[in-house]
C-alpha cells in the first residue's frame, strides 16, 4: 500500500466501470485517498486473488440482474444453447470459398488488388 496523498475527508470516487478494465486505477485512487467515499457500478464484479471489486468499493449496495430485467420486461428472455464447434482446418472448404470469394470478385467493377492472408 503506498502512503497516502491527501487527508481530505469529504472526497468520493465515483467509476461507472468498476469491474476488471478499471481495477488499477481504482486501487491506485483507494491508495491515494484513503478517507474517500467509493462507490463503484459493474456489470462484472470480480472477486480473485489479486482483483476484487468489493475489497475497494465495499459491500453491494443493490444488485440488479439479467433475471431482475427480463421479470422487469426490460430484456428479453434469453436463451442458451451450449455448442462445440468443429474449427478445424479443412482445405477443400478453403479452397471453395476462395473459388466463390474469386468468382463475387470478378464481377464487380472493383480493379483493387486482394490480399489473402
Known amino acids: 500500500m503506498t502512503e497516502a496523498t491527501t487527508t481530505?475527508?469529504?472526497?468520493a470516487v465515483v467509476d461507472s466501470k468498476a469491474g476488471i478494465t478499471r481495477y488499477g486505477l481504482a486501487t491506485h485512487l483507494?491508495?491515494?485517498?484513503?478517507?474517500a467515499i467509493?462507490?463503484?457500478m459493474t456489470g462484472t464484479p470480480t472477486s480473485a486473488e489479486d482483483r476484487d471489486t468489493q475489497g475497494v468499493f465495499g459491500d453491494y449496495v443493490d444488485i440488479y440482474d439479467v433475471a431482475?430485467?427480463?421479470e422487469d420486461?426490460?430484456?428479453v428472455p434469453i436463451f442458451y444453447e451450449a455448442r462445440v464447434i468443429d474449427l478445424a482446418n479443412n482445405e477443400q472448404?478453403?479452397?471453395?470459398l476462395y473459388a466463390?470469394?474469386?468468382?463475387?470478385?470478378d464481377d464487380d467493377e472493383d480493379d483493387r488488388p486482394v490480399h489473402r492472408l
Not at 100 to 105: C, E
Open 8 to 11: 481530505l475527508t469529504r472526497a
Open 30 to 35: 483507494h491508495d491515494a485517498f484513503p478517507q
Open 38 to 40: 467509493f462507490m463503484g
Open 68 to 70: 431482475d430485467s427480463q
Open 73 to 75: 420486461k426490460t430484456t
Open 93 to 96: 472448404n478453403d479452397s471453395d
Open 100 to 105: 466463390d470469394l474469386d468468382a463475387l470478385l
